[in-house]
């Protein structure tokens, strides 16, 4: 008989799936995003600072997790921030610095991204 896996045990937000995609996303734009070129130094190259912050207003809702307006307010941070990185990587592939499989690739983790956020976010809406 094989032994039950015990479930997985979350102890920081490092452990948690939703951060672990959007880091790994990140790390991918911020690599991606040296290849732009030096007219865009301080214009589009702002993706590397929406996607890190996706990842650092995670690590703050889950430090203030116990203070349910809190956390929630750091999840609408997150949620800002990753649609804001959409944005830019729709830019990067209009201008071509990005292949437009790249771009479908990471728009899709920050769906991803998005909709764990949303279902940790949103309580029921009280009307129909």
Same mark, same amino acid.
């Given at each position: 008989?094989?032994k039950e896996e015990e479930p997985r045990k979350i102890k920081t937000h490092e452990d948690l799936g939703i951060?672990?995609?959007?880091?790994?996303?990140?790390?991918?734009?911020?690599?991606? @995003?040296?290849?732009?070129?030096?007219?865009? &130094?301080?214009?589009?190259?702002?993706?590397? &600072?929406?996607?890190?912050?996706?990842?650092?207003?995670?690590?703050?809702?889950? &430090?203030?997790?116990?203070?349910?307006?809190?956390?929630?307010?750091?999840?609408?941070?997150?949620?800002?921030?990753?649609?804001?990185t959409q944005v830019w990587l729709k830019f990067a592939v209009k201008c071509q610095y990005i292949s437009v499989?790249?771009? &479908?690739?990471?728009? @899709?983790?920050?769906?991803?991204? +998005?909709?764990?956020?949303?279902?940790?976010?949103?309580?029921? +809406?009280?009307?129909?």
């Amino acid at each position: 008989m094989d032994k039950e896996e015990e479930p997985r045990k979350i102890k920081t937000h490092e452990d948690l799936g939703i951060y672990q995609k959007a880091f790994n996303a990140a790390m991918t734009i911020f690599d991606l @995003s040296k290849q732009f070129p030096a007219e865009e &130094r301080y214009s589009l190259t702002d993706i590397r &600072r929406s996607s890190r912050s996706v990842c650092a207003n995670f690590a703050e809702a889950w &430090r203030k997790r116990r203070y349910k307006a809190s956390f929630i307010a750091k999840l609408n941070d997150c949620e800002s921030e990753a649609a804001e990185t959409q944005v830019w990587l729709k830019f990067a592939v209009k201008c071509q610095y990005i292949s437009v499989e790249e771009g &479908r690739d990471l728009y @899709s983790t920050y769906n991803q991204v +998005l909709s764990g956020l949303v279902k940790v976010n949103y309580p029921p +809406l009280p009307f129909g």
